[in-house]
């Protein structure tokens, strides 16, 4: 009797000790995988950089470790650095993709073509532009080797990168395409979050219908003016697109140590903005959305625990 008591506890906390087994929770919303998979360096595309070499264009791509949905949700990340430095694997940046690769989306950290230092040309913009949409047309042209929901791609970026994000998202003719790599298909984007970036003089190309955006800046920012922000937010206001703004209080540029209080609108953003506008159907069809444990359908892997208990109850009594 012990060893059968024994397995049936043992069988219990199967879903806890199996790590390819999902946790409980709200993909999307919550930590569900308890792993990534990273692939590193994958090449993009290629342009000439300010020296007139022609560089390959790399990213690193997160995926929930064990993940079976056949279709997932994409976050491309883009690095700060005004510019003329920053990396696809600082810190901050393996953390959002960590984290979020771990909430059920397969998310790149990409590197952009930097200039000269002390060399900034009006030109920077176009060219992290122009790479940051190849990245997007990238994804679309190998969607199915990477699993992508091509409804479903985001772009976040910090400080030079979200001021790349922003012009990624809204400067949408023909013309600001470049030719970074993926040529014939769309770079458009489902939302965008701005974390301390601007637009400058291109905020009226913001228009009707275009993508939400999430901003999040220092009211006392000197890199960035928090008028950028504002700028932003009465454009979208102007043309009914959805804008969430955040402002930190007194805080300057980059305020990284304010990452676990920004986090979490960043989430809530994403996932009602960019995961609940799916059709009912659509949700039906993804792996794993809601509660998801591999291996077991929840209702079963529910028998089954009930089962169990009662077993152990009998065991008891005898």
């Known amino acids: 009797m012990k060893r059968l008591f024994a397995i049936c506890i043992a069988l219990l906390l199967i879903p806890f000790i199996n790590p390819k087994v999902n946790g409980i929770g709200i993909r999307y919303k919550h930590e569900i995988f308890s792993r990534v998979d990273i692939t590193k360096d994958v090449v993009y595309g290629q342009n000439y950089d300010s020296y007139g070499n022609l560089v390959e264009l790399k990213m690193d791509i997160y995926e929930p470790h064990g993940d079976k949905a056949s279709k997932r949700a994409l976050i491309i990340f883009i690095h700060g650095g005004g510019f003329t430095g920053g990396d696809k694997a600082t810190k901050q940046w393996v953390f959002l993709c960590t984290t979020f690769a771990k909430r059920g989306y397969v998310t790149a950290s990409i590197n952009y073509r930097l200039q000269k230092p002390g060399d900034v040309t009006k030109h920077a913009i176009t060219q992290a532009m122009h790479d940051a949409k190849a990245a997007v047309r990238y994804f679309r ?24 994000a922003l012009h990624a998202t809204y400067l949408t003719e023909p013309e600001y395409e470049g030719n970074s790599g993926n040529e014939g298909y769309s770079s458009n984007v489902s939302a965008c979050i701005d974390l301390w970036g601007g637009l400058y ?9 275009e993508a939400p955006v999430c901003i999040i800046h220092g ?20 043309v009914g697109v959805y804008c969430e703004l955040h402002p930190l209080e007194g805080e300057g540029h980059a305020p990284w140590h304010l990452i676990n209080e920004f986090l979490p609108w960043m989430v809530d953003f994403l996932y009602n903005k960019m995961i609940k506008s799916l059709d009912v159907e659509d949700e039906q069809k993804q792996t794993g959305n809601v509660i998801p444990f591999i291996d077991f359908p929840l209702l079963l892997n529910a028998l089954i625990f009930a089962i169990l208990i009662k077993i152990i109850c009998s065991l008891k009594e005898i």
């Open 201 to 209: 003089d291109n905020v009226t190309k913001i228009d009707g219908g």
């Open 141 to 164: 042209r190998y969607a199915e080797q990477w699993r992508i929901d091509t409804s479903r791609i985001a772009l976040v970026g910090g400080s030079a990168g979200a001021i790349t």
């Open 219 to 238: 009211t006392e920012d000197e890199g960035v003016p928090y008028s950028e922000a504002l700028n932003i937010s009465k454009r979208c206001e102007e």
